[in-house]
């Protein structure tokens, strides 16, 4: 499958005009008073609470209704469209999502260059770059998926995991692991540790063979692994002691590690890099789609974005909110040394095949659910 190129001239109207700035938001017409935003929970869904959420409401008197599952985004609007019933304005969701929903017709075509400019003078399109995955998606973030491990585990003698294949090592480091309950990510990881090269990764992920390769070695761990669905959990589970090591994504990870002062520790070997944003589903009342229009051209602005980077170590997904990026809002620690993209954590890294998944992703994850079942 070609990924779809991006549609300017198709965009979803929006009653207002003129530019979005802090200090001067435009009045909306014809907009609902209220949005149900779809997101992940935890730190992460706090960081857009504060970055975007309260501002615009303290601006607007807009009521927020937040709603965290995004990990469930695909099945739910399916299950919403296939009723007639939307119940949802706006859902936060990984690149491949994205693309899944709008070619299915579940997500509306926007026109990205009715977002704010960058403050650089650059295009939305020009600003958002590579981030614009489809012709449905708003970027946010550029985001990894990692692993923390305690570091006071006297199981381990006082060993730490260097690299990513210790997670599939019980014998050097016993204990709980926390795995995603979907087939993304780890059976990549479970194929690398598997001793497949980088280069033939998504080859070998295309046959059936190579899918059973990398649910083997997941086998090998399953009766360590507890299962998580929502990115709040493995940090919880981290710091509660209930879990030796787990992923989820470098955000979550941050807040353990830098504000709550857990004794917990970042493995950023073959850390999986993605793109996170908005999708707006399709068949929204146009009294909610001019709310979310307006909503979005405030929250995804230049500034916006930067002041997301203040609560949570994820980049900016616009070029222009980069050298915005300071220091943590509360802490007072220089947030760059956290990001994903700091050359300090790129050893090794995969880019999620954006495509690939937006293809394969639910005989995946039928074959992978079967095998957890098991």
């Known amino acids: 499958m070609k990924l779809k190129t991006l549609m300017l001239a198709t965009a979803a109207s929006v009653a207002f005009a003129g530019p979005v700035v802090s200090d001067d938001l435009p009045a909306c017409d014809n907009c609902a008073d ?11 869904q706090n960081s857009q609470i504060k970055a975007y959420s309260e501002p615009y409401a303290e601006k607007t008197g807009v009521k927020f209704i937040w709603d965290e599952s995004s990990n469930e985004a695909v099945a739910k ?7 007639g019933n939307i119940t949802w304005d706006l859902v936060d969701v990984e690149g491949p999502d994205a693309v899944r929903l ?4 579940l997500a509306a075509e926007v026109d990205i260059n009715t977002m704010a400019p960058g403050d650089d003078g650059s ?3 020009d600003d958002f770059g590579s981030s614009l995955v489809s012709e449905c998606f708003i970027p946010q ?25 210790d997670i599939f090592d019980t014998e050097k480091f016993p204990g709980k692991r926390a795995l995603e309950k979907r087939p993304k990510k780890n059976i990549e990881w479970a194929l690398v540790c598997d001793g497949v090269a980088m280069g033939d990764l998504y080859d070998v992920m295309e046959t059936d063979e190579g899918i059973d390769r990398a649910l083997a070695k997941l086998g090998s761990i399953k009766d360590d692994v507890i299962w998580w669905s929502a990115g709040a959990d493995t940090p919880q589970l981290l710091a509660d002691g209930e879990i030796v090591m787990g992923s ?27 793109f996170d944003g908005w999708i707006i589903p399709e068949g929204l009342p146009e009294d ?18 930067a002041d997301q980077a203040k609560y949570i170590s994820y980049g900016p997904a616009r070029a222009s ?16 040394p956290h990001m994903p993209t700091d050359p300090a954590n790129m050893g090794n890294i995969i880019v999620n095949n954006i495509e690939w998944w937006s293809s394969y992703a639910d005989d995946v994850d039928a074959k992978f659910q079967a095998w957890l079942a098991k």
């Open 102 to 105: 709008c070619d299915e017709g």
């Open 321 to 336: 909110s980069a050298p915005l990026v300071g220091k943590h809002a509360e802490l007072g620690i220089d947030m760059g």
């Open 141 to 165: 973030i550029v985001f990894s998926t990692t692993f923390g491990y305690r570091t006071n585990v006297d199981a381990w003698g006082g060993a730490t995991p260097s690299s990513l294949c």
């Open 288 to 305: 909610r789609l001019n709310r979310v229009m307006h909503f979005l051209h405030f929250a995804t602005d230049t500034q916006r974005l």
């Open 34 to 44: 209220e949005l149900t935003v779809v997101s992940w929970g935890g730190a992460y």
């Open 77 to 83: 609007l399916r299950a919403m469209n296939e009723a």
């Open 123 to 125: 295009s939305p399109a």
């Open 248 to 274: 989820t994504y470098n955000g979550r990870l941050f807040s353990v590690i830098e504000e709550q002062k857990q004794p917990v520790a970042m493995l950023w070997d073959y850390q999986v890099f993605d």
